[in-house]
């Protein structure tokens, strides 16, 4: 594995900086906008759900069924485009995924009723879900040692602007005076602007260095050959090299899954949350609370994450967020009655808020965009994903019906348990990759010397058209 490394470091010397250059930062912006708009409608859906509950008679059962349909189709995208980028290359497919994010959202704003809504959202799910792989992907692949988890992370922090600008239109648009039927309308198609507005410059980014490594180091048959090779072979043939990646891929998969469980369930739920706390409120005043929970305490923690990921690595970071998110969610469930003692439960949700974005909801991404090899990497990203997105769908349905019946300690339970066995999963079953080269960090043996093929030089890093 050194000599590997030492080959790899040769190899990439073209994106090995100390710090991130202007075209990976151009990188950065193109893939964040994807994660941009997942957080914005990531909460912009349950607000969205308070509008029509009294437009539509919406029961508890569909609501929970609309939050959850946009997670499981994710999950089937995750693995649909994670497996198609590491067969036909990262570049092959990036873009497409954003046609069908926007796609969904611009339809879902035309929604006639609650099952077509439905219908819609599944359509936008896809494409949220397939930018996960690619562009975590994409992100470590142009990204040298020294800067790969701040690159990757910064993608994913665009998540926290996300969180902030959708607070932030609902309350212009409700303040407006605009009617309800239009309000909810124009926040589901704002969701469109952002992934469309990258489209152009995603179809025209070049191929990573180490796919097109990857692709060079095989003749024109081979590669043909490979690119029939099944989803089950493939891991086969690289985790059966080294069977250490298959726990990494079950630690990865399973702490996501758990995260998201606890994560998705509470964001989505955000605002019957905040009326737990204060029955009596307006809209505004509630959308007011939220933005001040993700502006001063969720967006923080994506910053730190980016500050720390490559100094305090991956582990040490999921780890902390894991422990801090077990004590705050169980510290809310023995708070019982929200509204009662307004201050502690304040102080536990904008701690859980903070930590939750420092660690597991950033580092579950970050992880498997690192540790597997360049042949499985966005195929083994997927899968984790998508166990990830199975379990946002399972928070999502159940943690209003929860609440419903048990009141607000109900999910916070289940939060608090779910963020404990992703503790435990993390210490034992995940590596960490910080400070080492991309294939020492995979065991990536494919960008070895061996047999002393001569190679092509690569070249350099291209940033988009414009940037």
Avoid at 259 to 281: K, M
């Amino acid at each position: 594995m050194e000599s590997a490394s030492r080959f790899s470091s040769a190899r990439f010397s073209e994106i090995e900086h100390d710090k991130v250059s202007k075209a990976q930062w151009a990188i950065v912006f193109i893939s964040g906008m994807g994660f941009f708009t997942d957080a914005y409608d990531l909460f912009i859906i349950g607000v969205v759900l308070k509008l029509l509950k009294s437009e539509w008679h919406i029961s508890s059962v569909e609501t929970a069924i609309v939050g959850a349909t946009a997670l499981v189709s994710a999950a089937i995208g995750s693995f649909v485009f994670g497996r198609v980028a590491d067969v036909f290359g990262r570049k092959y497919i990036y873009g497409f995924e954003v046609l069908v994010l926007g796609a969904g959202a611009i339809a879902s704003a035309f929604s006639p009723n609650i099952w077509w809504l439905v219908a819609f959202r599944f359509i936008l799910g896809l494409g949220i879900g397939g930018d996960y792989p690619v562009s975590a992907t994409i992100a470590s692949e142009f990204a040298g040692k020294k800067t790969r988890g701040l690159m990757i992370s910064s993608v994913f922090a665009m998540q926290g602007i996300g969180l902030i600008i959708g607070p932030l239109l609902a309350i212009a648009l409700i303040a407006a005076g605009i009617k309800q039927d239009l309000v909810w309308r124009i926040l589901l198609a704002a969701g469109a602007i952002p992934p469309l507005a990258v489209f152009w410059a995603r179809r025209h980014l070049k191929e990573t260095p180490r796919f097109q490594q990857l692709s060079e180091g095989q003749s024109d048959q081979l590669h043909d050959k490979v690119r029939k090779i099944g989803f089950v072979q493939a891991l086969r043939d690289a985790f059966g090299k080294d069977p250490e990646l298959l726990k990494w891929l079950v630690g990865a998969s399973a702490c996501w899954f758990f995260l998201d469980l606890a994560y998705y369930g509470n964001t989505i739920s955000n605002q019957e949350f905040v009326t737990a706390v204060s029955p009596h409120a307006s809209q505004t005043h509630d959308l007011f609370l939220s933005l001040m929970v993700f502006a001063f305490a969720a967006f923080p923690g994506y910053l730190l994450s980016i500050f720390g990921m490559d100094r305090w690595g991956r582990k040490t970071i999921q780890v902390l967020g894991f422990t801090m998110m077990a004590a705050s969610f169980i510290g809310i469930a023995f708070l019982g009655d929200a509204k009662a003692i307004v201050v502690p439960f304040a102080i536990l949700y904008c701690i859980n808020y903070f930590f939750t974005e420092f660690g597991p909801n950033t580092t579950t991404f970050v992880l498997p965009a690192e540790i597997f090899p360049a042949s499985v990497r966005t195929t083994s990203h997927g899968i984790a994903a998508t166990v990830g997105k199975l379990g946002a769908a399972v928070g999502t349905f159940s943690f209003p019906l929860l609440q419903a019946h048990f009141g607000l300690p109900g999910p916070m339970w289940i939060a608090g348990l779910s963020s404990l066995v992703g503790l435990g999963l993390t210490w034992a079953l995940l590596p960490e990759p910080k400070g080492l080269d991309l294939e020492e960090a995979s065991r990536d043996d494919a960008f070895s010397n061996g047999g002393g093929r001569s190679r092509p030089p690569l070249s350099p890093i291209a940033a988009p058209a414009g940037a």
